[in-house]
């Protein structure tokens, strides 16, 4: 069965903090993806990878970095957490060909207190 | 612009009813794919469908019925004698032919299917 793993469902943290969310893919896919999910927003893309060390800003990439070392796993780092980066994470994966279908994690409820 | 609406931010129907969600998207390109996500309680967003530009078709599968119509750039998703277990947040979604690419989702509509 095809997966995308987030590393924590549930993650609290202090302002200030540095959050490394972690997603894994067994698909083989190029392109992976970071979203952030608010009520009424839908998903906003913070940024995505298309091939390993490459990396493209989303629409809101402010305040985020992201990091792949490794075709399957990408991460998403908060350098400084701050309290309005509480949100879901969901991180997906798909092929590179136009229009192939994504496939998310379950997705990362992040509380920054 | 690039753009997907979805007007409907909530929706809740006694099970068996049919219920129409409704999308309507903006983008000058004359290439894109669209799509439905469905997102159950559990949190992980499944792929329902997906439709390329080119393709105006209608598409039935089971309960589910999608209309496509380039005229009014709407790509509206109806379910047929709802369940219980559609009870889900359904996101649209915009792929555009870019250089790389990029999805653009929707606000989303909860829908709420009351037994």
């Known amino acids: 069965d095809v997966k995308v793993t987030q590393s924590s469902r549930y993650l609290v943290k202090r302002t200030g903090e540095k959050v490394f969310l972690e997603c894994v893919q067994d698909?083989?896919?190029?392109?992976m993806f970071w979203y952030r999910q608010d009520p009424g927003l839908g998903l906003r893309l913070i940024y995505f990878?298309?091939?390993?060390?490459?990396?493209e800003k989303g629409d809101i990439p402010e305040g985020y970095s992201v990091s792949r070392e490794k075709k399957e796993r990408f991460s998403l780092i908060l350098e400084s957490a701050s309290t309005n980066q509480t949100s879901m994470y969901l991180c997906?994966?798909?092929?590179?060909?136009?229009?192939?279908?994504?496939?998310f994690g379950s997705g990362t409820q992040l509380s920054v207190l | 612009a690039q753009k997907v609406t979805q007007a409907q931010t909530e929706i809740s129907v006694v099970e068996k009813e049919d219920v129409t969600l409704d999308c309507v998207y903006e983008?000058?390109?004359?290439?894109?794919?669209l799509f439905w996500y469905k997102q159950p309680p559990s949190g992980e967003l499944v792929f329902l469908i997906r439709?390329?530009?080119?393709?105006?078709q209608n598409e039935i599968s089971g309960r589910y019925s999608w209309n496509f119509q380039k005229s009014t750039s709407s790509f509206n998703f109806t379910i047929t004698a709802s369940q219980v277990v559609d009870s889900a947040v359904y996101f649209c979604?915009?792929?555009?032919?870019?250089?790389?690419?990029?999805?653009?989702f929707g606000p989303g509509t909860s829908l709420s299917v009351i037994p």
């Open positions: 997906a994966s798909s092929f590179r060909d136009r229009g192939e279908k994504l496939f």
């Open positions: 698909m083989d896919h190029e392109n």
């Open positions: 990878s298309y091939d390993v060390k490459m990396k």
């Open positions: 983008t000058r390109d004359t290439t894109y794919y």
């Open positions: 439709r390329n530009s080119f393709d105006e």
């Open positions: 979604a915009l792929d555009l032919k870019t250089s790389y690419d990029k999805v653009i």
